[in-house]
């Protein structure tokens, strides 16, 4: 199986266990800790397990679209590989990072674009998806691949 038909049936599953999906609501029904960076903070957010807790971290100065699909970034790491400090690996191994990166964002753009919706405006360009929901057109092409 691909890495994204890995994630996409992760996701799907996802969906049927919570019977949500809101990242939000999916965060706080797995007991994980949602902590508030500083706006002057370099990062938008992270993820981090200490101790048997997960803590998602996010930025205070995002926007809302921002802030939704950073939680949801980190969400994934703490799904697909919640042993993986990112704080730790920005640090130290931003190469290895890059591929944990890369499977949150596909985590993120599976949850928070659904078939449905992509369905009902496959007459529209990946531009103008990006525009009516607000994230980069790069995520929203990673989505249709």
């Given amino acids: ?33 949602l902590c508030y960076l500083d706006e002057k903070s370099v990062s938008k957010g992270a ?6 807790t997960q803590f998602i971290y996010i930025n205070t100065g995002l926007s809302f679209f921002e802030k939704r699909l950073t939680y949801t970034h980190e969400l994934g790491h703490s799904i697909i590989h919640p042993d993986v400090d990112t704080f730790e690996l ?25 078939d449905e919706f992509l369905e009902e405006h496959k007459q529209f360009t990946t531009e103008q998806i990006s ?15």
């Fill in 1 to 33: 199986m691909s890495r994204g038909a890995r994630i996409k049936e992760i996701v799907r599953r996802l969906k049927i266990i919570y019977g949500d999906d809101s990242p939000l609501e999916i965060i706080k029904k797995r007991n994980i800790v």
């Fill in 90 to 114: 920005k640090r130290t191994d931003p190469i290895s990072l890059t591929k944990y990166e890369n499977e949150a964002n596909l985590f993120a753009i599976e949850l928070l674009i659904s």
């Fill in 131 to 145: 525009r009516m929901l607000g994230y980069h057109e790069s995520l929203i092409k990673l989505r249709l691949q």
């Fill in 47 to 52: 993820y981090k397990k200490f101790l048997g």
